[in-house]
């Protein structure tokens, strides 16, 4: 059951407001990020944009949106964008010597046991997705690839992604987030599958075998 079931009307509606400023505000940065190879084609997509991060931020609770919903506002006050940071961590894996001489001086240090934290969310994450893969096999092959170790310059891997929009959160929101990852994981529930369910609905869908049995 999606955050979005479990609520009531108005909770949802609330829920809706919340994602709708969430996108913005990464929208915003999004604009703001500048990429090595000039401006992306995906930056000048918005409708695919608020898809994917729809997507992603659907099943997520109330508290956890809000605080999130902070720290992209709290970013914009300090002149930081998280979009931005975000990409720039990817690269330690993706383009290491770029990385240490040139971006990673510039961003917000982290502490032993916060990568610790991270980590053990990116474990559980990896593995819902791995699953994911292993049961919508078709739906799994248009996802990037799975693990650090298959990054490369040109393509960026489901676990860094997920390591460098960590990142960014603050202490407040990776705590929250955590903790919603623990509560889904002791449901048995699968935030992949979760995630990508809302993706294929808003592609016209009924849900994912459908989804599954439509792909070439």
């Keep these: 059951m999606s955050a979005i079931t479990s609520e009531g009307a108005t909770g949802a509606q609330e829920r809706q407001r919340l994602i709708a400023t969430i996108i913005d505000l990464e929208w915003g940065q999004f604009q703001r990020t500048t990429n090595q190879g000039g401006r ?3 930056q000048g997509n918005r409708p695919m944009f608020e898809q994917m991060r729809f997507s992603q931020f659907a ?26 940071e975000k990409y720039a961590r990817m690269m330690e894996s993706t383009d290491p010597e770029t990385y240490a001489h040139e971006l990673a001086p510039y961003l917000p240090e982290l502490s032993d046991a916060r990568t610790a934290q991270q980590e053990r ?14 049961r919508w096999p078709k739906l799994g092959a248009a996802m990037r ?25 603050s202490t407040r929101t990776l705590a929250l987030y955590g903790g919603f990852v623990d509560a889904l994981a002791s449901a048995g529930r699968n935030l992949t599958e ?11 869908f009924d849900g994912l075998e459908k989804a599954e049995r439509a792909q070439a």
Excluded: H
């Design 40 to 42: 992306a084609a995906c």
């Design 59 to 84: 099943p997520w609770p109330s508290e956890l949106l809000a605080s999130y919903r902070a720290d992209l506002e709290d970013a914009n006050r300090e002149g930081r964008n998280l979009v931005t």
């Design 121 to 134: 969310i990116i474990a559980q994450q990896v593995a819902w997705a791995r699953a994911f893969m292993q």
């Design 145 to 169: 690839v799975l693990t650090t170790a298959q990054d490369t310059p040109e393509q960026t891997s489901f676990e860094t992604y997920l390591r460098g929009e960590l990142g960014t959160y």
């Design 194 to 204: 979760e995630t990508v369910g809302v993706t294929v609905r808003l592609a016209g």
